[in-house]
């Protein structure tokens, strides 16, 4: 069955996240549920020490690092403890005393991120800080900054980024510019491998896996040579150690089997597809129909972000009334089109349109939308 043909027990899913999956992968895991590969166990039975295992783990390592041409020397890891947990072990791994962690804060993540790398400041010794260099909260987040706004000193550890503000809606559309010896940090957990990148300007990116690479409970980390030299050089415990875990190639305990497993044939899926180039081109024709939709409605759908950093992966928009825009999700999901409620935080109507979120979910989104209109308008 191919991508678009939906099932009719199935939905349109515009889910932030734990998001859509490729049908033909769920219909894969279904198939090979109950015996793996002619074993007779399922994967979810299977030691992480088998040679099964093995070569999910690594198959699902080879995928990515094909599907994001990852540079060599540069390490793919898994962990547990989604995006969260890595808030917290950049400030443990990459801060050096008397070099600031340099932040921008584009949105509620990447406050939770320097929140979080705050509180470990405690587990580090003096002369350890991170501070905030550039936010939009005064205009609730509704953009991202230009390139010129993004001033980082030469004295910082490393700058963090939200690469895609899942709540806000709003996108980088470029990389920041790092002087020499500042690491380039970024939490692209809901944006990864929805567009190309050149991943060799980077330090470290990471993504829980739950929104476009696969299931919830894998984080996938990518780090720079630079990025496990400076991890190398404390001791941390184990798991919070990226050069421990890049060490033992992310089997240092047992690893969230079932999550790698699904990643691994969703990477496999898209690099079947076209990979990052033909991704790129049908999120951005998903986003243009979206926004189109919005501008198009003379002022009763309202997006949230301004035009520049409008997000291709969360489109948020409002409409002219909180009642409108319950009735809206609840009119939406008796069509089909389910995952619409903005974050509880903001309120408002939010559409993520992850990878696998097909052409044909949005065309219906936005025959509903001009339908709703006709009604309510
Ligand atoms: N960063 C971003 C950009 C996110 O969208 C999310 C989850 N929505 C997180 C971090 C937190 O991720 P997790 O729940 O995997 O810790």
Known sequence: ???????????????????????????????????????????????????????????????????????????????????????????????????PGDYLLTGRWSQKALQEAQKALGLLGEGHRVRAIWSSEVTDYDRVPRPDEVRVSPDASYLHYTSNNTIAGTQFHYVPEVPEGVLLVCDASSDIASRPLDLGRFDLIYAGAQKNLGPAGVTVIIASPQALERSRRRARPSLLSYAAVAEKASLLNTPPVFAVYVVKLVAEHYLAEGGLEALAERNEQKARLLYGAIDGSGGFYRGCARPESRSRMNVTFRLPSEGLEAKFVEEAEREGLVGLKGHRSVGGIRASLYNAVPLEAVEALVAFMREFQRRHG
């Open 1 to 99: 069955m191919g991508t678009n043909a939906k099932p009719k027990e199935r939905v349109y899913n515009f889910n932030p996240g734990p998001a859509a999956l490729p049908l033909p992968v769920l219909e894969r895991v279904r198939d090979e549920l109950l015996s793996f590969e002619g074993t007779g166990l399922s994967i979810l039975e299977t030691s992480h020490r088998s040679p099964e295992y093995k070569r999910v783990h690594e198959g699902a390592m080879a995928a990515l690092r094909r599907l994001l041409r990852v540079p060599d020397g540069y390490e793919v890891l898994f962990l547990g403890g989604g995006a969260t947990l890595q808030f917290a072990m950049v400030a443990l791994n990459l801060l050096e005393p008397g070099r």
